[in-house]
């Protein structure tokens, strides 16, 4: 017998046992509407949960209407969206698989149009919840380029009342039936500002010392391990490194806090100090680019990890899962051009059963094409079939 794909085994975080290493990473489909999650979002995370991935992450839901990136991403400042999201994570439970939810603020990054409309700063600001001010806020009065709006540095008041919210939306995100919690850290969004010596230019405790600029994002993660049940693993995404010099020795040192705080997996990505999207630098990055982080931070901050980034292949992803470099892999993009990736990675890893987690009404079919050996391979795998090779009935 063939030993297990390693993407194919389980892991147990906590209480929680994953099917297999494969996450569907957190991505923004701007589909909300005033907060609230729609249809969109019931077809696009069930459809990753049929094809079988270990765990479906939602995309970064917003603590504060302050801190949408658009005017169409995903609340949780209230309880108004509870019922929305659980019938997400009643159904993506039913096909099989957890659901996890990215919580997230913007800060000074937030209040643009949509990617596919410029992705640039919006002219009149009526807020996301019902029209409010939209007042873009940050650890400082620094803007993230020379085009967008400069943010309101937060008293510490106000930092305070921002630890609660996270909190408070962790609660919320339990009650709507999540599994997993990963508290967005990176990309350039308000926790990653403040601990960039670069965006955070305070001189009180919230700034300065490496300590000070950790201090928010610590307490953050405190304030929302304190609401998030023990059983549940709790995941931190971070930026490793940035353009405005975040360094990797900064980002261990981070980790290493988070791990005694509670934080179970460090999400491993990199950049989003610059205005543009991290997917859309114009700079090609070559496969699995931040692989090397997630295998750093796992030896140095003895902690599990998962890599993202251009992780496109089955084969590839099985190697850095057995080479040690990270415990779990997020698949982002290529899962949008292929949703069954989970599906096509088990039959090309060679696993026994491959349709064995897909729902009856697919499984069933698919299982028995398979045992009459109709001799080809699935998918778009195989060349060369066409008029003249096909056998007349
Ligand atoms: C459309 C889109 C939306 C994204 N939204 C988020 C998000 O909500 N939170 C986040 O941390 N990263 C987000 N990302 C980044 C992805 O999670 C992932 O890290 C990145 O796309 C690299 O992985 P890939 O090469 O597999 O796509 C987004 C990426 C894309 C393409």
């Known amino acids: 017998m063939t030993e297990t794909p390693r993407l194919f085994t389980p892991m147990t975080i906590r209480g929680l046992t994953l099917r297999n290493r494969i996450v569907l990473s957190p991505m923004l489909t701007y589909a909300a509407e005033a907060g609230h999650v729609t249809d969109w979002h019931l077809m696009h995370l069930g459809k990753f949960a049929v094809g079988g991935c270990g765990l479906v992450f ?45 919580l997230g603020h913007s800060g000074r990054k937030a209040r643009n149009s949509l990617p596919w409309e410029g992705r640039a700063p919006l002219a009149s600001h009526p807020g996301v919840d019902h029209g409010e001010e939209w007042e873009l806020v940050g650890p400082s009065a620094v803007a993230s380029s020379p085009a967008a709006a400069v ?52 001189t009180d405790r919230y700034g300065g010392s490496l300590e000070n600029r950790q201090r928010f994002a610590v307490e953050v993660v405190e304030e929302v391990r304190r609401h998030w049940p023990a059983e549940k693993p709790l995941f931190f995404r971070v930026s490793a490194i940035d353009e405005d010099g975040g360094t990797i020795e900064e980002t261990v040192s981070l980790c290493r806090v988070l791990r005694e705080k509670g934080v179970d997996v460090i999400d491993c990505s990199t950049g989003g100090m610059t205005p543009r999207s991290i997917v859309d630098s114009g ?43 990270a415990d779990l892999v997020a698949i982002g993009r290529e899962m949008l051009h292929n949703p069954n990736w989970a599906l096509d990675a088990a039959d090309k890893l060679g696993l026994a059963a491959p349709y064995a987690t897909l729902p009856d009404a697919y499984g069933y079919w698919l299982e028995k094409r398979a045992k009459a050996g109709f001799g080809g391979r699935p998918s778009t795998w195989q060349s060369g079939i066409g008029p003249g090779t096909e056998e007349a009935r």
């Open 58 to 102: 939602m995309e970064s839901t917003k603590v504060d209407p302050r801190g949408c990136t658009t005017p169409r991403d995903c609340g949780l400042w209230k309880d108004d969206f509870i019922p929305g999201l659980a019938r997400i994570t009643r159904f993506v439970h039913a096909q099989g698989a957890p659901i996890g939810l990215q």
């Open 283 to 325: 700079k090609v990055h070559g496969y699995g680019y931040q692989v090397p982080h997630a295998e750093r931070i796992r030896a140095e901050a003895a902690i599990a990890t998962m890599a993202v980034g251009l992780i496109i292949h089955a084969d590839q992803a099985e190697a850095i899962l057995r080479q040690g470099r």
């Open 151 to 202: 943010p309101r540095a937060l008293t510490i008041p106000e930092i305070q009342d921002m630890v609660v919210a996270w909190g408070a939306a962790a609660d919320r995100a339990d009650r709507a039936g999540f599994d997993v919690l990963e508290v967005h850290g990176a990309h350039g969004y308000l926790l990653h500002q403040f601990l960039s010596a670069g965006a955070n230019q305070r």
